[in-house]
């Protein structure tokens, strides 16, 4: 087929056309359609295909982290009755208002045990917190570096929470290496009591 007979056909004809030509152009149409449907229609729908793939991924994941905290779900509540305990333990370790100053005398006592000379007990005024109050005393204590160790040993071994901080051991006497040459420890211990709600509001 020439071009020149190309130029004649008759697109008011179309019936008349060679069997070839036809063919052609209708597959050219059919081309044509289906790119038009694709950008027109299918792109967008493979996009969203492609957002929901991520969605489904990130779902997937979740799905997981969830599955996971669900399996161990007995053992969290196991963990927390065993916080709860712990937790109402430590707290029945705070004395309340009435016992503070028989911890005083215990933490006093403890001391005198150790064989240590009380130069300065001095209790401060009590510092409230968050759900328990603090109440800071200075000491200055004079005693054999061993006795300052049954000291504090003594303090860790009493029913309730007491602590001990900026701790300062030193040798007024000047003496190094004498055996009976006695030490200064000057510290602050801390002791502590549980506020009831009424007391924190």
């Not at 929901?52 to 963990?79: D, G, H, I, P, S």
């Not at 759900?131 to 071994?157: D, K, M, Q, W």
């Not at 003496?175 to 506020?195: H, I, P």
């Amino acid at each position: 087929m020439e071009l020149r007979e190309l130029r004649e056909l008759d697109l008011n004809n179309i019936g008349d056309w060679p069997v070839l030509i036809k063919a052609m152009t209708i597959l050219l149409c059919c081309i044509g359609v289906g790119v038009a449907v694709f950008y027109l229609d299918t792109d967008a729908q493979l996009g969203r295909l492609e957002q929901e793939r991520v969605k489904e991924q990130e779902l997937r994941k979740t799905f997981e982290t969830k599955q996971r905290k669900a399996a161990n779900l007995n053992a969290y509540r196991q963990q927390l009755e065993e916080m709860k305990e712990s937790f109402g333990a430590m707290l029945r370790q705070l004395p309340d208002k009435t016992e503070v100053a028989a911890l005083l005398v215990d933490v006093s006592q403890t001391g005198l045990a150790a064989g240590l000379e009380f130069e300065l007990f001095q209790p401060e005024g009590e510092q409230s917190k968050d759900f328990y109050a603090e109440l800071p005393i200075n000491i200055r204590v004079t005693g054999h570096y061993h006795e300052f160790g049954r000291f504090i040993s003594g303090l860790a071994a009493l029913p309730r929470i007491v602590t001990i901080h900026n701790v300062r051991i030193s040798n007024p006497g000047g003496e190094r290496g004498a055996e009976d040459s006695k030490l200064l420890l000057q510290a602050q211990v801390k002791t502590y009591r549980y506020l009831d709600e009424a007391a924190t509001k």
